[in-house]
């Protein structure tokens, strides 16, 4: 979907080692990069180093958020993307540029796909 909405988009998934490991050759995304989930401190502290580093490389015009945690919150904050879009819940709701209320009656991948809905409606200003 996200290929689709913005087809000229430099688009970076960040998922846990196990995860990348299955998508290192998805067509749909130009890079993978693994965050190690497994560790709780050291593993964030990792986490929040690379999203500085792409900050310094690439401020992301864009971050979806469909991982409603502390650590994705933060992650969107420190990699500097100038929109950040997620679900309005856990007290992120600081955290977000783009909020989306998160209803759990609903199957994940339709509340995931809202993130997308929201942002192919009102994509930024700035080019990709």
Known sequence: ????????????L???????TVLENCPYVD??????????LPG???FLRQMREARRE????VCLMPDRSLRAALGGLLCGARHRVGF????RD????HRIPYQGDRHEV?????????????????PY
Do not use: N
């Not at 693994?34 to 709780?40: E, H, S």
């Not at 309005?88 to 007290?91: K, M, S, W």
């Not at 192919?120 to 200003?125: H, I, M, N, R, W």
């Open 1 to 12: 979907g996200v290929r689709a909405a913005f087809p000229e988009a430099k688009i970076t």
């Open 14 to 20: 960040v998922t846990g080692r196990s995860a990348a």
């Open 31 to 40: 890079a993978v990069l693994p965050i190690d989930l497994k560790q709780r």
């Open 44 to 46: 964030l502290l990792m």
């Open 58 to 61: 690439q401020r992301p015009d």
């Open 88 to 91: 309005a819940t856990e007290g």
């Open 94 to 97: 600081l955290s977000l540029t």
């Open 110 to 126: 339709e509340s995931c796909l809202d993130l997308l809905r929201l942002v192919a409606s009102e994509p930024p200003q700035q």
